[in-house]
């Protein structure tokens, strides 16, 4: 291994990952998405997952999220190994995950969305639309998500900015580990984008290990702590807030670049 592989390493050694895969293998027929990744998301970091096309982002979150099991390798949780059986099975664990499509439901309030499948309820049976909304305006206003519009207002109104903050503000309420964002700013503009990154932040400064994947190379240099770069489905650099530049990752990206070895 590289010296800066080494030097790498060195830094992490002393915490334990939030959430970590080791040696993972992942299959869909003849296509193999993942060779034996490995990777670590460590507390009150944000740890940028980058990669071309085909390298195995997508796939890699869904082992960590539950969504699909390993072939082989493993994953752990506070560096203790889980085998996640679904979704629900992570998020017990505190995992949670905002998608590219933010799994909002356009017809109901942001409160609703915030509390859809864990609702409060009142007299067993009804559900405490009033007290939902208040745990959601006091999640907002910690975390800095600007919401205009009345509480009571469908999401289908909302601006394509204020729909993320929605669906990154109802991870941060429910995940005491990590919440893994799939492409956050991929169809915001400007103003929302910066928005966006400062709640990812916020997020991380609360202790949570935030996992930010993205193709926009800037941004990750921007909000990431530490950068894992994934290769046909393997790891192959890891860096350090300060030790990498945009040629450097698209070097790493390419292959033309390596500082880390297969585990």
Known sequence: MTAAATDVGTAMAAA??????????????????LRGASFEAFPGQ??????????????????????????????????????????LDAKRRGIETVYQDLALVPDLDAAA???LGRELRRMRFLH???????????????????LVQDMRVPVASFSGGQKQG??????????????????????LGVIQTAKVLELIERIRDKGLAVIFIAHNLPQVLQVADRIEVLRLGRRVARFGRGEADVDRLIAAISGAYTNDEPT
């Open 128 to 146: 405490d639309h009033a007290e939902m909304r208040r745990r959601t305006r006091n999640a907002f206003v910690e975390l800095g998500v600007g």
């Open 166 to 187: 929605v669906a990154i503000a109802r991870s941060a309420m429910w995940a005491s580990r990590v919440i893994i964002m799939d492409e956050p700013t991929a169809a």
């Open 113 to 115: 969305n915030v509390f």
């Open 46 to 87: 944000v740890t940028a997952l980058v990669g071309d096309n085909g390298a195995g982002k997508s796939t890699l979150i869904k082992v960590l999220a539950g969504v699909i099991p390993p072939d082989e390798g493993e994953v752990r949780v506070d560096g203790e190994p889980v085998h996640f059986t679904d979704p």
């Open 16 to 33: 334990i990952p939030a959430v970590s895969a080791h040696g993972v293998t992942k299959s869909f027929g003849h296509v193999r998405a």
